[in-house]
Nanobody, 122 residues
Framework: QVQLVESGGGLVQPGGSLRMSCAAS????????MGWYRQAPGKQRELVAR????????IAADSVKGRFTISRDNGKNTVYLQMNSLKPEDTAVYYC???????????????WGQGTQVTVSS
């Protein structure tokens, strides 16, 4: 089995910062892209940012460009999201996502974390 476990969400005031982590564990041969999505109440889940195994980065959400940074530690199978200058509209459940190749498999399987709440409020 494979698990993605997120940590680092919480309540923060506008203008504050949070750093979230997502660690993949279990039967893993390699990990292709890892990323973060978010879903605000009443809205569809949207891609925030993705990073490939060779660290090519896609910041998909225009609203977070210049404020959020994605990075990864391949040795720890972990992806990070540093969020600065947080705004109330960043409030959402944030989900980790990864394309993981298990031992003996030829193709990756897409996995999701359980989600972690980020609330930006004074």
């Amino acid at each position: 089995q494979v698990q993605l476990v997120e940590s680092g969400g919480g309540l923060v005031q506008p203008g504050g910062s949070l750093r979230m982590s997502c660690a993949a564990s279990g039967s893993i041969f390699s990990i292709n892209a890892m990323g973060w999505y978010r879903q605000a109440p009443g809205k569809q889940r949207e891609l925030v940012a993705r990073i490939t195994s060779d660290r090519r980065i896609e910041i998909a959400a225009d609203s977070v460009k210049g404020r959020f940074t994605i990075s990864r530690d391949n040795g720890k199978n972990t992806v990070y999201l540093q969020m600065n200058s947080l705004k109330p509209e960043d409030t959402a459940v944030y989900y980790c996502n990864a394309d993981i190749i298990r031992p003996g498999a030829k193709l990756p399987v897409n996995y999701w974390g359980q989600g972690t709440q980020v609330t930006v409020s004074s």
